[in-house]
């Protein structure tokens, strides 16, 4: 349900009141984007990765084939950290329609307290109804035809 206007109003008061009260405490809940934290991930599984490659390549080396069996676990734990980090990335980039509308203490509500895509999933899931309510409906019509 999306706010109103009245509540929109309120709620940007209550924001500059919190920045007016304590700009330390409101500049920490800004904090830092999804974007720059996955951005922070993918660098330091590439460079995780990178070590994973030398740790592998010294237990080649060496002959110590234990060296090289961690070196690729460290391999791929960072491309697993690595590539979720990318696409988490990625599909922020692909979503503008959930950005933060502008606002001078920085703080911003979303669409009125509402996503886009979620709107559209509830109208889904309206129009074809909840798993259980498609399954009572075959339910019903199949007793209606005289099955089971």
Do not use: C, N, Y
């Amino acid at each position: 349900m999306p706010l109103s206007e009245e509540e929109l109003r309120l709620l940007e008061q209550m924001e500059r009141a919190l920045v007016e009260e304590d700009p330390k405490f409101a500049s920490t809940l800004r904090g830092t984007t999804l974007r720059q934290a996955a951005r922070r991930r993918a660098i330091l599984a590439g460079l995780v990765f990178a070590v994973g490659i030398a740790v592998l390549m010294g237990g080649a080396i060496s002959g110590l084939w234990w060296v090289g069996i961690v070196g690729f676990v460290i391999m791929l734990g960072s491309a697993t950290v690595g590539l979720s980090a990318v696409r988490g990335q990625t599909l922020g980039q692909q979503r503008p329609d959930v950005a933060p509308m502008a606002h001078p203490s920085g703080f911003g509500v979303i669409d009125g307290g509402r996503s886009r895509s979620r709107s559209r999933r509830t109208s889904r899931s309206r129009s074809h109804g909840t798993f259980m309510e498609r399954v009572e409906e075959r339910w019903r019509r199949r007793k209606e035809r005289g099955g089971f």
